[in-house]
């Protein structure tokens, strides 16, 4: 079974809109941390926000903001006021407790439209 | 400034041959790890290692191998073993003992014809 589920493949967005892009997990371990990276057509993974299983608030970094429903195993990233330069590859990833690397989501290609 | 390298940004190769990406980190971090990237796909784990002359195992380890001689350098061979070994291949780094932000370097796309 996927431990991590992206269901949007791609998405457009308008330019200044908030975008919401959806993750779904998968554990068992009561220790877990969700992660969100940004790949930008160059390659890079570039760290956006971070939410631990037994945080009781929902991560804040800038304009992201980690929507996270620790019944439904969710942690959606919300980008409030998207940009041109928010286009690129969104991943989510989880770490066990247990674990040592990081489980990543298939992705979703997010495009801003001017 | 602190971060990850890794070189060449670009490598292409003939069946058959061994290749090495290197990985150096200045982020004084204890835990190293690689990372595949095939089309379309999310990130798998080669390797990692979370202190020196130690590592470990992940997902997709067949037909790779690392070492681990000084704490800042992590360098990943593809042998001529593995199958299918034309990827992007991205090495990360992070704090040990805990659930931390992993940090990437920009990658290696190796392609073996």
């Known amino acids: 079974a996927q431990k991590i589920t992206q269901t949007q493949p791609g998405m457009f967005v308008q330019e200044k809109e908030a975008v919401t892009l959806d993750c779904t997990y998968d554990?068992?371990?009561?220790?877990?941390?969700l992660f969100w990276y940004k790949q930008p057509s160059s390659g890079e993974m570039i760290f956006l926000i971070y939410q631990g299983s037994y945080d009781q608030q929902n991560a804040t970094e800038g304009r992201y903001s980690l929507n996270f429903q620790k019944a439904r195993k969710s942690a959606n990233l919300v980008i409030s006021a998207s940009q041109l330069g928010d286009s690129a590859m969104y991943f989510c990833?989880?770490?066990?407790?247990?674990?040592?690397?990081?489980?990543f989501g298939k992705g979703t290609h997010l495009i801003i439209q001017p | 400034d602190g971060g990850i390298t890794q070189s060449p940004k670009y490598l292409f190769r003939k069946e058959g041959q061994n290749v090495t990406l290197s990985c150096e980190q200045n982020l004084n971090h204890d835990a190293m790890y690689w990372y595949r990237q095939d089309p379309g796909q999310g990130l798998r784990l080669i390797y990692y290692s979370q202190i020196v002359n130690d590592f470990q195992k992940g997902d997709i380890a067949e037909g790779y191998s690392v070492s681990r001689e000084k704490k800042e350098s992590f360098p990943l061979t593809v042998t001529s073993a593995q199958k299918n070994p034309t990827a992007f291949y991205l090495c990360?780094?992070?704090?040990?003992?805990?659930?931390?932000?992993?940090?990437f370097g920009p990658g290696t796309r190796l392609t073996v014809t």
């Open positions: 554990t068992s371990d009561p220790s877990y941390g």
């Open positions: 990833a989880m770490r066990e407790g247990g674990a040592d690397g990081l489980t």
């Open positions: 990360a780094s992070s704090f040990a003992d805990g659930i931390y932000e992993q940090y």
